[in-house]
């Protein structure tokens, strides 16, 4: 994992959380710090989705609740 | 025709003169559902919309394909749909191509972008005589009652 696809991932769900890349720490939860609601997380989905050609299973978005363990997500499918 | 008004009325929750799916001709397994709505001179809007010259309003043909959607929705998620969830629609982005006239028949393809048990997104487009009058991408939410 590169960190380009790190910075790919920051900024694909910065615009679509409309939040600044300087708030989306790896550690900031997405529904309890930045509201994310089920549009939101599905929002997010599709557009990962759709950028690296793969589906997320519906049982793993649960699983995702910050940058970090989306980027890891990444990693795991990547490897 | 594949579902029937009797059909579609126990999955919508819509009614006269808010129903906008007279039937479903097509179910593409879990990623395509096409609809259609007659669109019948009597319809009460136009007396409105506009006097002396009748177009079905953009807004309806939203509301069209928001209940295709649906339709697809409840293929993929059964289970929720018997529980009469509430559908709320998030986010809109649509393009308005060609006029609707009182007797065209629209017909109303959706799409599965990505149906999860508490959102989806969906692609549409409405036709008529083959040519697309409209499209859109919903974003929408489904609330169970518990």
Known sequence: MSNSIEV????????ILEVPVEKLAPDVDFFKDLNVDSLKAIEIVAAFEKKYRIIVPEEDIPKIRNLG???DYTRNISS | MKWDQEKIKSILPH????????EVIEIDGMQKVVAVKHIKETEKY??????????FPGVLLI???????IILYSIVKPDIVKRCPEYYLGKVNSEF????????????ETT????LDQAAITDNLAKVNGKVVAKANFIFSIQINE
């Open chain 2, 46 to 55: 136009f007396e409105g919309h506009f006097p002396g010259r009748p177009i």
């Open chain 2, 97 to 108: 191509i060609l006029p609707v006239y009182p007797g065209d028949e629209l017909i109303l």
């Open chain 2, 15 to 22: 009614r006269d003169p808010f129903l906008f799916i007279d």
């Open chain 2, 63 to 69: 509301e069209a394909m928001a209940q295709s959607s």
């Open chain 1, 8 to 15: 790919e991932i920051r900024d694909m769900v910065s615009e």
């Open chain 1, 69 to 71: 363990q989306l980027i």
């Open chain 2, 112 to 115: 599965n972008v990505k149906i």
